[in-house]
């Protein structure tokens, strides 16, 4: 029955893709949530005054 393989092929091939889809989601998610809590954890510059002394 090559229609019922046909199907078959079908049904596996958007399977296939939506699983490699999910996963690059995935992989992109923690990518930027990882890139977030780095940029969060730098250490802050504290902006203060400087007090000019002429000569």
Known sequence: MPQLDFVWW????????TAILVVLTILIS???SY???????SP????????WQWL
């Open 35 to 41: 890139s977030v809590d780095q940029l969060s954890s």
């Open 10 to 17: 079908i049904i596996n091939f958007f399977l296939v893709w």
């Open 44 to 51: 802050e510059i504290e902006k203060g005054t400087t007090e």
């Open 30 to 32: 923690n990518e930027t």
